[in-house]
């Protein structure tokens, strides 16, 4: 058999295929009917259209191999500009792999109390110092901004944002703390000056604690002074002027517009075994599901209010508003014996079954109280007595939106409107209690403490104007230290707000920017506003009631 003229071996093997056959094409069906007709033409015009015959064959000729090497191309190198230029190109389109989303990989990191553990020590590996994201084998969504009260730790901090904070001025807050508390390479370090009324210190630094397992490695070294009492110390006047020191700072629960006091979460979101009042997380799910037992019109319409009246006047006079046979202010007010309570088991004190009513009342101790998130969790309408003091969470409220403000100086008559009010227009109120509920069950949920306790804390960090160092007196304290030997409702509720492990999200949620100053402004005047009109309401009310007939 007659071996090809090309190389069967060479890359151009498909080629050399293609033209040995349309060379004998060519040869056998083309050249010798063209000769024959050169050989009998006899005149111009047939030679004319010989030659043209010829020309439109070569030109065939050569787009035929153009196509053929081009083709060509194309199947050895598809990303060459012939392939871009190409009009008759057919591009597949992308298929996007989808990647099922796994769920969270649960890290829990038990307590390490053995037998020999209850000596309130810390072993040398409790905790690990840094987590990685990796460690939980999944990517979590990515951070959320904060809740718009966070910006409020802008300006507790405003005091020192010139200044910085020095040794010296945490050393001169120590007068009237109870603690003082070191963060150095994620571990905590305590010095206590003085025990604190009830197991608040402890429940306070319990939560801390829960803050470095939420977060390993991500709490920044600090130093700082903390007092559990309520009342608010470091008074702005004697910090004002041209030559005025720089102010102590100070941590407690809550503050006022007269003071520089740094506000903190109190200990009640970790429990409070003295009044078996469990923690917040448990709770929250409690009064939620109260809310669900009777519909906000099914309930009592009555303002409703129960408590320890002898801390403080305002209370006192607070139960003056109650029904009697000649007058009923639409309030229904009890005072507790929390030693009587105690005795009997805290049978009468179940906060998640006290959401009857349609209305509920908040008022002020001795200062700031911790039943203020239990009251607005409730669905009910809360009538707020206007507040001297403020907690971490309740610069973010706004009057006639998430409550209803009650005249201090006024307090029963102010009450009775405000019920009358809301039994009038059951649809707005209705809207009032729920938005404060809302706000207290997803603004409040103990994922968003822990973020503000970090955020205040970092930024406390950032003033530092000193790198931290165990005081020589401090014990180092951990989960095991604290849980280990605690008994009864302590350990209860230690083991029930304990942080399994390291958070499922990457970092903490966004901090929102300090407030413009104009912007600020504007939120108060809003507030004062809104305060304002509920008691041109409430005036026009009762001079409406004093000249019927």
Known sequence: MQRDWYDEGSSNS????????????????????????????????SVRLLFFLIFIFVGLLLSTRLLDATGSSIAENPSRNSVQTTKTVHIEPTITQVIPSKPPKIIEIPLKCSSGNLTRTCPADYYPKTFKIQDQEYISDPPHECPEYFRWIHEDLKAWKETGITEDMVERAKRTANFRLVISNGRAYVETYQKSFQSRDVFTLWGILQLLRKYPGKVPDLDLMFDCVDWPVILKKYYRGPNAVAPPPLFRYCSDDSTLDIVFPDWSFWGWPEINIK?????????????????????????????????????????????????????????????????????????????????????????????????????????????????????????????????????????????????????????????????????????????????????????????????????????????????????????????????????????????????????LRRKANSILQVEKWEKGYFENQHNKP
């Open 279 to 523: 923690p917040w997380g448990s709770l929250l799910k409690e009064l939620n599901e109260g809310n669900t037992r009777s519909k906000w019109i099914d309930r009592e319409p009555y303002a409703y209010w129960k408590g320890n009246p002898i801390v403080a006047e305002t209370r006192m006079d607070l139960l003056k508003c109650n029904v009697s046979e000649k007058q009923d202010w639409n309030a229904r007010v009890y005072a507790q014996d929390w030693f009587k309570e105690s005795q009997q088991g805290f049978k009468q004190s179940d906060l998640a079954s006290q959401c009857i009513h349609r209305y509920k009342i908040y008022i002020e101790g001795s200062a700031w109280s911790v039943s203020d998130k239990y009251i607005l969790a409730c669905d009910s309408v809360t009538f707020i007595v206007k507040p001297r003091y403020y907690d971490f969470f309740t610069r973010g409220l706004m009057p006639v939106h998430h409550y209803w403000p009650i005249k201090e100086n006024d307090k029963c008559r102010s009450i009775k409107f405000a019920v009358d009010w809301g039994n009038t227009h059951k649809k707005k109120a209705q809207e009032i209690g729920k938005t404060a509920s809302s706000f207290i069950q997803e603004e409040l949920k103990m994922e968003k403490v822990y973020d503000y306790m970090f955020h205040l804390l970092t930024e406390y960090s950032k003033l530092l104007k000193y790198k931290p160092t165990i005081p020589e007196k401090a014990v180092e304290l951990c989960s095991e230290a604290m849980a280990c030997g605690s008994k009864g409702f302590e350990k209860e509720f230690m083991m029930e707000s304990m942080v399994k492990g390291p958070s499922s999200q990457v970092s903490p949620c966004t901090m929102p920017p300090p407030y413009e100053p104009q912007a600020l402004k504007s939120i």
């Open 14 to 45: 498909v080629w050399g295929s293609r033209s040995k056959r349309f060379y004998r094409y060519f040869s056998d069906t083309i050249w010798h009917p063209l000769l024959s007709a050169v050989m009998t033409a006899t005149s111009r015009s």
